[in-house]
Structure formats: C-alpha cells, structure tokens
Nanobody, 116 residues
Framework: QVQLVESGGGLVQPGGSLRLSCAAS????????MRWYRQAPGKERELVAS????????NYADSVKGRFTISRDNAKNTVYLQMNSLKPEDTAIYYC?????????WGQGTQVTVSS
C-alpha cells in the first residue's frame, strides 16, 4: 500500500518560514521524481517544485524561485520543501506527489496559511 504523508503546515506570518515534509512508504522511493503542488481556494492545482533522480536536479515555479527549496533524503524516503519569505499568496493546501512513468501517487495535503 502506497502512502505519502505530508506534515509541517500551519499558520505563519508574512515573511516567515515553514518546512514541509513528505514521508513515502510502499514505493521504491529512489526511482520516483518527487514534486510539491499547491491549490489555493478557487484556483487550479499548480506545480511548485520538483526534484528528479538520480542527480537531484530541481525546478521551481517562477512565483517561488529564490524563496523555496526542495530536497530529498532517499535514505529516509522523505522529500522536503523549505519555504522562506512567505507571502499571503502562498496560502494553499500543499500536496506531495510521487511520479514514475505512468504512476502518480498523492498525499492528503497539508494546509499552509500566511496571514498576519
């Protein structure tokens, strides 16, 4: 049974930081491209960041470049999203995704709210 479990969301003031984690089980983690998506109320789900294998190259949405950092620890089957300089427009549910060819698995999401 595949499980992706996100954690680390919460309420933070503008300019603050959060670190999201996504722990995977039931998959061969090291072969999956790992991605973070987000969905704000009334908006479509958007890709925020991705990290590939085997060299761990990363890509980011323009809206988060320079503020967010995605990383992975293959020994712990975990992917992270470090979010700095948070803005109110970063408020959304953040989802972890594991992708390998035709296979896609999703976590349940974690809420991030940026507000004063």
């Amino acid at each position: 049974q595949v499980q992706l479990v996100e954690s680390g969301g919460g309420l933070v003031q503008p300019g603050g930081s959060l670190r999201l984690s996504c722990a995977a089980s039931g998959i061969t983690f090291g072969i999956y491209v790992m991605r973070w998506y987000r969905q704000a109320p009334g908006k479509e789900r958007e890709l925020v960041a991705s990290i590939t294998i085997p060299n761990g190259s990363t890509n980011y949405a323009d809206s988060v470049k320079g503020r967010f950092t995605i990383s992975r620890d293959n020994a712990k089957n975990t992917v992270y999203l470090q979010m700095n300089s948070l803005k109110p427009e970063d408020t959304a549910i953040y989802y972890c995704n594991a992708h390998y060819f035709a296979r896609d698995y999703w976590g349940q999401g974690t809420q991030v709210t940026v507000s004063s």
